[in-house]
């Protein structure tokens, strides 16, 4: 009779063994055990955890409603700013997956880049109009354009549908995200978030996570400097 390995034997995947790495799992969890601490300084404006949970689940909810689903993909134009870093949770809060363009490249290749990722929806800077201002009519298909209007930036202009904010108040702050990965997509990379956060370290059983790309520190920081996703008791703090 041959023999069975008893740990193969009624232990099939399930909720109660296995749970898919997600960042969007984190940030639950910081809402829920951390609701008043803040989660997000820029400029004089604050987020808790609990009201920046409640954002992500906004914009996840918000997107829905504009019938974006599993495997679509949101497009985001934007320098370090609240906005970038709750789509990198409320994108993959509905399983679609966001394409962070990078803002040093002209519009030719930021085109080629929302053809081929066939990107529903644009998130996009103020500061970028003029790049983006040329990039709309290069496209085949119109996306949906959302402006964030930052206080924080003088300059620029709106180009979209309506801006960031009146586009969360779209969404609902209750609405229950799925199991989805994270993904950034860019020059035919695809980052799942299993591999975001393999080998990092750990503080205070909260995973740090840090993401850079080519660029500089400087006053204002950019979505190709450096982004931080930092443990539930440390703020994150943004600079145009």
Request: aromatic residues 8%.
């Amino acid at each position: 009779m041959p023999h069975t390995n008893p740990y193969t034997v009624g232990l099939e995947k399930n909720l109660a063994n296995y749970t898919p790495l997600t960042p969007t799992s984190f940030l639950e969890r910081a809402a829920r055990v951390y609701p008043d601490r803040i989660a997000i300084i820029h400029g004089d404006w604050q987020a808790t955890w609990k009201e920046t949970y409640a954002r992500c689940r906004r914009l996840a909810s918000a997107l829905s409603k504009r019938g974006i689903a599993k495997s679509d993909t949101v497009a985001l134009m934007a320098p370090n700013v609240p906005a970038i870093y709750e789509a990198h949770f409320g994108v993959p809060m509905i399983g679609a997956v966001l394409l962070a363009l990078n803002t040093r490249l002209d519009p030719e290749a930021i085109a080629f880049q929302l053809e081929h990722g066939e990107a529903k929806v644009l998130i996009t800077d103020r500061e970028f109009s003029p790049i983006i201002e040329k990039v709309l009519p290069m496209l085949e298909k119109y996306p949906l354009v959302i402006d964030i209007d930052d206080p924080e930036y003088q300059g620029g202009k709106l180009l979209g549908e309506k801006d960031y904010e009146a586009f969360l108040e779209e969404g609902d702050p209750h609405h229950l995200s799925v199991a989805a990965a994270l993904q950034s997509c860019g020059k035919g990379c695809s980052v799942w978030s299993r591999l975001a956060m393999r080998r990092r370290p750990r503080v205070n059983q909260d995973v740090m996570l840090r993401r850079t790309r080519l660029g500089c520190w400087s006053g204002r920081l950019r979505s190709a400097g450096v982004a931080w996703w930092r443990a539930s008791h440390w703020p994150v703090e943004t600079a145009r």
